[in-house]
């Protein structure tokens, strides 16, 4: 637990980084899973032990998780001040308005950006606010294993 502790600590820094640096992170998330489950690094069961008996989602899915925890706490008072201004696009589906922004290298990564971006990219199911804190969790859990399981290149 210490490693997945270290690899989440401030992750959502890492909103919409390149895939070369969230690739490195992958390969030490990787090698932490083999020394854990005393794996090969070429075992057949390798990607499904890290998915299916540990239930832990690989580096850009585990950033989009948090960052959508984070904007699911704003919208429900439980986040600091300072991250809970907010601006609704669309009150009847829960969008979040997304800012203009100058700098495609680093403008989309701010959080005002990322996280709108983020949350809008949710099922309508799954963007619900006044789900409670299990329910959304498990919710964005399954969202993020099935679909952007496939989405990713």
Not at 18 to 35: G, H, I
Not at 72 to 87: E, F, T
Not at 89 to 113: D, K, Q, W
Request: charged share 20%.
């Amino acid at each position: 637990m210490h490693v997945t502790s270290r690899v989440d600590y401030c992750n959502s820094v890492l909103a919409g980084a390149p895939k070369a640096l969230t690739d490195k992170l992958q390969r030490m998330f990787s090698a932490a899973t083999r020394v854990i489950s005393d794996t090969g690094k070429y075992d057949r069961a390798f990607s499904q032990l890290l998915h299916e008996k540990l239930h832990w989602l690989d580096v850009r899915d585990r950033v989009m998780f948090k960052l959508v925890v984070i904007v699911h706490r704003c919208l429900n008072g439980r986040a600091p001040q300072y991250l809970s201004q907010r601006h609704l696009h669309s009150a009847e589906r829960n969008l979040l308005h997304v800012p203009r922004f100058r700098l495609n290298t680093c403008g989309c990564r701010a959080f005002a950006i990322a996280s709108p971006f983020a949350w809008n990219s949710l099922f309508d199911p799954v963007r619900n606010p006044n789900a409670t804190k299990a329910a959304f969790r498990r919710l964005l859990y399954i969202f993020v294993r099935t679909v952007l399981a496939h989405l990713a290149p």
